[in-house]
């Protein structure tokens, strides 16, 4: 399908069979302990993180985008710039003349502190899964048709809450609040005893649009700057006492974990393909059948304590980024860079493919059996949780997306 040039060498040896390589080069943000304290946006690329700012400057060309602190100056410069910032890197790092002046600039990966790479402006949770909500819908509404009638015809989701989400290893504090079991007179307080994870993908907006003017299907490369990894940790007995009428809240809220990486959305052109076959006829502004697909077939994978429990496809999605984009701007909203949107869990049809405990333990009632001889049911303090992905690149090669993790702490 896509017509991008075969993937280009490296004089980096590291970066040649990488997921990590020339055809990736995903952006984050980076500290080391030559200029402590200063963070430097990093472009990974094999076993190093490249000091963006100062190859600019050693290859001829500095820019104050890449000087910057965080990646939102670059990311509001719009996609002509970042093609050109990309062209230059792939540049810099395939032409062999590069290499002195650039090799300073690498600096090891395992040696430098990654930080929240963007400063995110709005936060939206979407529900895309058609097995994800077909679960929900048969754990919460036995006997009944498990998809809500408006699932098929809408991306549906909730706006969330920018101000707790985190970058990967950060610390995920079991959040309080009210529960209360069916049997149960009234509610309690205390620490939720329902703490879960939700396996997802997020993608991170870039140019900004204008309020009133919503974002049709075809400009959706134009404002999504690239594509990350997401935990949205949810607390399922807060959420189930508080989410009727109005739905999540503090059940949501307390943390949602992103991975350190932006892997730009030109680097996902091999991993494009056309989204399951809809069953509902789109109304206009969400109808993509004539236009470029834009499902991803990424494989995920979730480990929880390094045991491997899940591996969900991405590629089973029923709603695209691209709708979900078009349709959360459809009544004049405006899109604001760092707006992050979410895919809500990623689920496919085997109980070995579902992205949430909640489904995967069916709400409790069948528990997890780990290789170590334990069970969970939810999340216990001390129990870490990491979701890796990977998407196929140009011939033959992997774009590695790096890992999002959080440990649980009392």
Not at 49 to 75: F, I, Q, T
Not at 251 to 257: E, N
Not at 265 to 291: F, Q, S
């Amino acid at each position: 399908m896509s017509t991008t040039p075969s993937r280009p060498g490296s004089w980096l040896a590291s970066a040649q069979d990488s997921p990590f390589g020339v055809h990736n080069l995903p952006y984050g943000v980076f500290t080391a302990a030559d200029r402590p304290g200063r963070r430097r946006i990093g472009v990974r690329v094999g076993d190093f993180v490249l000091d963006a700012g100062a190859a600019a400057r050693a290859a001829g060309a500095p820019s104050a985008l890449l000087e910057a602190d965080s990646l939102n100056p670059l990311m509001a410069a719009g996609r002509p710039v970042w093609t050109r910032v990309r062209a230059d890197l792939t540049t810099w790092l395939t032409d062999a003349s590069f290499r002195e002046a650039l090799s300073p600039a690498l600096l090891s990966a395992d040696e430098v502190e990654l930080h929240l790479p963007f400063e995110v402006a709005d936060y939206v949770d979407f529900y895309a899964s058609e097995h994800h909500a077909t679960n929900l819908g048969r754990i919460f509404r036995p006997g009944s048709e498990p998809l809500t009638p408006n699932w098929k015809h809408l991306p549906i989701g909730y706006h969330g809450r920018a101000g707790t989400v985190v970058v990967s290893g950060t610390p995920v504090v079991r959040p309080h609040g009210q529960r209360k079991a069916p049997s149960d007179a009234a509610p309690t307080f205390g620490p939720s005893r329902r703490l879960d994870i939700e396996a997802e993908v997020g993608f991170v907006v870039g140019t900004p649009s204008e309020l009133g003017r919503p974002v049709p299907l075809d400009d959706f490369r134009e404002h999504v700057f690239g594509v990350c990894l997401l935990n949205d940790w949810s607390a399922r007995d807060i959420q189930g006492w508080e989410y009727v009428p109005l739905g999540p809240f503090l059940g949501k809220s307390f943390a949602t974990s992103v991975s350190p990486w932006i892997v730009p959305l030109d680097a996902l052109e091999h991993a494009r393909i056309a989204p399951p076959e809809r069953d509902v006829e789109p109304l206009a502004y969400l109808d993509d059948r004539g236009g470029e697909p834009w499902g991803l077939d990424l494989a995920m994978e979730v480990r929880l304590n390094g045991h491997p429990v899940s591996r969900p496809p991405f590629a089973t999605m029923y709603w695209t980024a691209q709708q979900q984009l078009a349709h959360m701007t459809v009544n004049g909203a405006s899109l604001r860079t760092g707006d992050l949107f979410a895919s809500g869990t990623v689920s496919g049809p085997e109980r070995d493919t579902r992205g949430a405990l909640i489904e995967l333990t069916w709400n409790g009632e069948e528990p997890l059996k780990l290789p170590d001889g334990t069970t969970r049911t939810f999340l216990e303090d001390g129990d870490e949780v990491v979701i890796t992905a990977t998407a196929p690149g140009p011939d033959g090669a992997v774009v590695g997306f790096g890992e999002v993790s959080g440990r649980v702490r009392g």
